[in-house]
Structure formats: structure tokens, C-alpha cells
């Protein structure tokens, strides 16, 4: 067993994403993962605006792990909005 499960599974997923990623492309990827997360009654949709861990700092939000546009997020997703963190 690997010291830290936390992180053995995050790449794991991390692993998963990419190689389905480069077969099926991002958005089905994604798509497919929010059906699949939703399925078991995860949020997927993470809310910044209700979020106690998410903040504001001028115009842009930093945005908490939880968030898709977290940069350690393990399905990372640029914000956009000239936000392009990668
Ligand atoms: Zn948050
Ligand atoms: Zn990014």
C-alpha cells in the first residue's frame, strides 16, 4: 500500500481521465463523468456563489479544491474568462 491512499487514488483517476481523455476528447470525458458522478448523487456542479470555501478577490474567484476549475482538481478545467491557469 502506498503511503498516502489519498494521493495512489487521485492518480489513478488522474490516469483514467487522460487516457480516456485522449481517446473521447474532453467535453464527452466530461460529460460522461458528470452523468456517472451525478448518478451516485455527487455534486458536480460546484457552487462558488454558496461555496464557504470559495472567495472573490477583485473580479475572479479563487476557486476551492472542490471546484472543476480548481487547478489540483483531479478533472482540472481552466476557468476561461482569461483565467487559463496550465
Ligand atoms: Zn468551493
Ligand atoms: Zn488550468
Same mark, same amino acid.
Given at each position: 500500500?502506498?503511503?498516502?491512499?489519498?494521493?495512489?487514488?487521485?492518480?489513478?483517476?488522474?490516469?483514467? &481521465?487522460?487516457? %480516456?481523455?485522449?481517446? @473521447?476528447?474532453?467535453?464527452?470525458?466530461?460529460?460522461?463523468? *458528470?452523468?456517472?458522478?451525478?448518478?451516485?448523487?455527487?455534486?458536480?456542479?460546484?457552487?462558488?456563489?454558496?461555496?464557504?470555501?470559495?472567495? &472573490?478577490?477583485? %473580479?475572479?474567484?479563487? @476557486?476551492?479544491?472542490?471546484?472543476?476549475?480548481?487547478?489540483? *482538481?483531479?478533472?482540472?478545467?481552466?476557468?476561461?474568462?482569461?483565467?487559463?491557469?496550465?
Amino acid at each position: 500500500m502506498p503511503q498516502d491512499p489519498q494521493q495512489h487514488l487521485r492518480m489513478q483517476v488522474r490516469r483514467f &481521465w487522460q487516457q %480516456r481523455q485522449a481517446e @473521447y476528447g474532453t467535453i464527452m470525458v466530461q460529460e460522461a463523468f *458528470h452523468h456517472t458522478l451525478s448518478d451516485f448523487g455527487v455534486e458536480v456542479e460546484h457552487n462558488v456563489f454558496s461555496c464557504p470555501d470559495c472567495w &472573490w478577490e477583485d %473580479r475572479e474567484v479563487i @476557486y476551492c479544491p472542490w471546484s472543476w476549475n480548481h487547478h489540483d *482538481h483531479p478533472f482540472h478545467e481552466c476557468p476561461g474568462m482569461g483565467q487559463d491557469c496550465c
